[in-house]
């Protein structure tokens, strides 16, 4: 078995050990995504992520393990079973990350129906609205497809512009909604948001998937450099040492070794 060097050997286990802290971490956010799913009875296909982050993540532990031990103490098995599960995850990543491009115009549409299904705002259910309410602060939006029109006279507070306010204000008609705003005067014009909502929920929405696209890649590469040190150390591994060969020669003479026991001035040249 050949000798693996000691830099190639610390810097797989360095790498595999990045990818065991990695999968601890996923494992620790797939318990608090469940924990706060558990009691959603709408979150059925999000717990079905859940538990296949739970499998994915553990299955990956697993074969760190693995991986570690086998560049630790140089197992070829060990090493083997990193190599091809490790391929394995890397694949299933990589079919996510296609399947999650290929349904991004799906996944805006399916966004853009299920807020238009809520209209008239006046008619909405209390849940939907404080979903909406939450994006229109956060978001500086107001409504969805027209804008604060899309309240009718009926205008949330939630639409009011503050001192903090980066989108576009503008005057909010007279009759249009029915709070007061504090410290204001009865003339006073009320400033609400002037963008509706639906696009720019759509476009967070996007930058969220890229953001989540841009980490599968770094994982996949990841999981690509872990595969090509092991597959480097088997290969040390399995080159074989070579030993010069020892020949015998009949005119071989012994050597004059006495020398070396007697006092100095016993041998001569």
């Known amino acids: 078995m050949g000798k693996v060097n000691i830099c190639l050997k610390w810097s797989s286990i360095c790498v595999i050990g990045v ?16 924990g706060v799913l558990i009691y959603d009875e709408q979150a059925e296909d999000a717990i079905k992520g859940v538990h296949f982050l739970y499998g994915f993540t553990s299955v990956t532990l697993i074969f760190a393990l693995f991986g570690g031990f086998g560049a630790l103490k140089q197992k070829k098995w060990a090493l083997i079973v990193f190599i091809i599960g490790m391929t394995s995850s890397c694949l299933v990543i990589v079919v996510n990350e296609i399947l999650t491009q290929a349904m991004k115009t799906k996944l805006e549409n399916h966004i853009r129906n299920h807020y238009l299904n809520i209209l008239p705002l006046t008619n909405a259910s209390e849940s939907d609205l404080a979903v909406l ?5 956060n978001l500086q939006c107001c409504g969805l497809e027209q804008g604060y029109m899309d309240w009718k006279n009926n205008i949330s507070v939630s639409c009011l512009c ?16 029915q709070f007061k705003v504090e410290g204001s005067v009865e003339d006073q014009s009320v400033m609400i948001y002037a ?43 399995n080159k074989k040492l070579e030993t010069p060969a020892v020949v015998y020669s009949k005119e071989a003479k012994a ?13 001569t040249a």
């Not at 990818?19 to 469940?34: C, E, K, N, Q, T």
């Not at 050597?255 to 041998?267: A, F, K, R």
């Open 133 to 137: 309410d939450y994006a229109q602060r």
């Open 162 to 177: 503050n001192s903090e306010s980066t989108n576009l204000c503008v005057v909010a008609p007279k009759g249009s909604y």
């Open 19 to 34: 990818i065991a802290v990695i999968s601890i971490l996923l494992l620790g956010l797939a318990l608090l995504l469940h």
């Open 255 to 267: 050597g004059n070794y006495s020398c070396l026991i007697e006092p100095p001035n016993s041998c």
């Open 195 to 237: 963008k509706p909502c639906l696009s720019i929920i759509i476009a967070e929405s996007m930058f969220h998937l890229n953001v989540l696209s841009g980490i599968k890649v770094g994982l996949i590469l990841l999981w690509m450099l872990s595969i090509g040190l092991c597959i480097a150390i088997l290969c040390q591994m």
